[in-house]
């Protein structure tokens, strides 16, 4: 089944969303395959954030995201890009639907280090699979497991 990578980012660690975040996640019917509290080096940022090297806020991004500790995680189901994206809501906070992670826990992109919208999510699977790669390395093997309620949510 897909799988897409997840980052609480450090706003959303320091406001006590984790359990918030992970709880939605679950609820909807996506499976946890992977989970890591980290604090993020410059480097791993910036190869994460390799698309945006040109964009004017580039450095302040950086800055923000290895400010404090993020949550990186794996998460599987079947839609899991795409469906992860809605569950988040889109880039600019006050834009984006209430109901949406960011609708609901966020107000300003980020114009200062400490402000932020809470959480990133893999936008298609190539993006996917690098973050994965990114974060999770071979050594550190996204657990195999099947939850016991899948057939309750999958047809
Ligand atoms: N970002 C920003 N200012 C902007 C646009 C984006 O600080 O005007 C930051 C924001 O944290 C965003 C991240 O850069 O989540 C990556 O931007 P992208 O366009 O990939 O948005 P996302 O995929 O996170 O919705
Ligand atoms: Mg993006």
Avoid: C
């Avoid at 080096?41 to 945006?52: C, G, L, V």
């Avoid at 990186?72 to 795409?82: D, T």
């Avoid at 988040?88 to 609708?103: C, E, K, N």
């Avoid at 932020?116 to 996204?142: Q, T």
Wanted: hydrophobic share 40%; aromatic share 10%; glycine share 10%.
């Amino acid at each position: 089944m897909e799988q897409t990578f997840i980052l609480i980012k450090p706003d959303g660690v320091q406001r006590a969303l984790v359990g918030e975040i992970i709880s939605r996640f679950e609820k909807k019917g996506f499976f946890l395959r992977g989970l890591k509290f980290t604090k993020a080096d410059r480097p791993t940022i910036e190869k994460h954030y390799k698309n945006s090297i040109a964009k004017p806020y580039f450095d302040m991004l950086v800055d923000y995201m290895i400010s404090s500790p993020v949550v990186a995680m794996v998460w599987e189901g079947k839609g899991v890009i795409a469906g992860g994206r809605k569950l988040i809501g889109s880039t600019d906070p006050l834009a984006t639907m209430p109901g949406t992670i960011r609708g609901d826990f966020s107000i300003d992109i980020g114009r200062k280090i400490q402000h932020g919208n809470v959480i990133h999510g893999s936008d298609s699977l190539e993006e996917a699979k690098d973050e994965i790669a990114l974060w999770f390395p071979e050594e550190e093997r996204i657990v195999n497991w099947h939850s016991s309620l899948q057939p309750w949510i999958y047809e």
